[in-house]
């Protein structure tokens, strides 16, 4: 309609069932608001006042066509409602299996990270027929991370993860927009998914190796250093993190460190000095660097220090990849949306001992941050790491 698209483009496997929906949803307003509408335009032209229009035996009720108006649009309502409810589910719960890109957004671009090394910003390349579990976080404000094409949306918060997925259907460049407004520069805030067959995107992979010069973020205080020739995954890299800031003193893979060892934490059960159990998920490894006395792991005293605003977020998603690399007690089911992000609120254990997988992470991130710590806390308290 004057060369105007009514709905974006449709390259994902929950688009078309986001668009049925959103059809149904408008017919079903329509069958109701257009008859509605005109019942009223016309009853207000026949009982108009000075009409002729028979007034003197006004209906006192008609049972069967009320129970039919009432039952009818309760039916319809509830087949919507659970409609709705099933695709919702489908879209917030991350497949287990796919490959991960960690997004981080700040004022005013989008970076990306592949665990296998690369980075972009502002541009994000992804085969096509295969899911992509993002993992989000924000370094300043709350940004909304909006493919129209994909039908996705999901709010990026600062000082914890959310996740979002899809698999794109067709090969193709499609819009990116933060959908929350978030400063100035909102506006500018854009990029672009390109959608490669999977030979394509084999192919960029391969000529977008990351030859990383540090391991650790350039906007850190940090002064520890390991220079590396070599192109490296984001695992590896936070391996170099974690090995250079001791966490590995307490954390030994044997278990008989300070803390404990983090070998197959991931997607396990915690359990807590309190007597919980936790899952330890990507936002519970993150807590656990940051606020390692939030939550104690059982066995374990609270000794490993806070690393909040000591380490940057490149450094804690290389260090969440590197102890997911570790290995996972059970198979690791998909986060989820919620804010929490089913995470315990301190580190796993109390500190470097403590926080068991993520106390470790705490530690080394925090020891990296902070020379001062990082030698002596950050071994301890990296255990996590």
Known sequence: MLGLPIMPDSASTMSGRVDTLFGVLVLLALLFAVPVAGLIVYFAVKYRRGSNADRSNPPEGNTMLETTWIVIP?????????WGARLYFDIYTVPKDGMDIYVLGRQWMWEFKYPTGQRELNVLHVPVGRN?????ISEDVIHSFYVPAFRIKRDVLPGRYTTAWFQATKAGTYHLFCAEYCGTEHSGMIGSVVVLDPKDYQTWLDQNRMNAASVI?????SSVQAPITTTVTMAQAGAQIFQHLGCYVCHRPDGKGAGPSLVGVYGSQVKLANGQSVLADTNYIRDSIITPNAQIVAGYPPIMPTYAEQISEDELLKLVEHIKSLGSGTEAPPESNNPTGGMPE????????????????????NSGGNSSQGGNSGTQGSGGQ
């Open 74 to 82: 309760f039916l319809l309502s509830m087949g919507v409602f659970g």
């Open 132 to 136: 992509v579990r993002l993992t989000l």
């Open 217 to 221: 973020a350039e906007n850190t205080s």
């Open 346 to 365: 301190g580190g796993g254990s109390s500190g470097n001992q403590g926080s068991g997988a993520d106390s470790g992470a705490q530690g080394s991130t």
